[in-house]
């Protein structure tokens, strides 16, 4: 649940106040009782540093770095592909008619 500033207009009162999103907003002042009790709008509570996040963000432990991989999937399509295991009980394929 979000933390609402409220602050009344008649006596300055300020109070933080944890509601639902769906909750209506507070108008009775808890300290002077009149009708001006009204939400502030406040900074968020996190910030956002860096250079931002990536796709490659975080996948295959490459140590999470928030640089673009270079060259990932050109590294997997240059490696040759391992030759299947002969199968002991699959007739060989040379010995055919």
Same mark, same amino acid.
């Given at each position: 649940?979000?933390?609402?500033?409220?602050? *009344? /207009?008649?006596?300055?009162?300020?109070?933080?106040?944890?509601?639902?999103?769906?909750?209506?907003?507070?108008?009775?002042?808890? %300290?002077?009782? $009149?009708? $001006?009790? =009204?939400?502030?709008?406040? $900074?968020? /509570?996190?910030?956002?540093?860096?250079?931002?996040?990536?796709?490659?963000?975080?996948?295959? /432990?490459?140590?999470?770095? =928030?640089?673009?991989?270079?060259?990932?999937? =050109?590294?997997?399509?240059? %490696?040759?592909?391992?030759?299947?295991?002969? *199968?002991?009980? *699959?007739?060989? $394929? =040379?010995?055919?008619?």
């Amino acid at each position: 649940m979000p933390i609402y500033a409220y602050k *009344c /207009g008649a006596c300055g009162h300020a109070k933080d106040v944890l509601q639902k999103i769906s909750d209506a907003p507070l108008t009775q002042c808890p %300290a002077c009782g $009149a009708e $001006a009790f =009204s939400k502030q709008i406040t $900074a968020a /509570g996190f910030q956002l540093k860096g250079s931002g996040w990536y796709v490659t963000d975080f996948r295959g /432990g490459g140590g999470g770095s =928030s640089a673009p991989a270079t060259g990932a999937k =050109s590294e997997e399509a240059a %490696a040759p592909a391992a030759a299947p295991a002969a *199968c002991a009980s *699959c007739p060989d $394929a =040379s010995k055919a008619d």
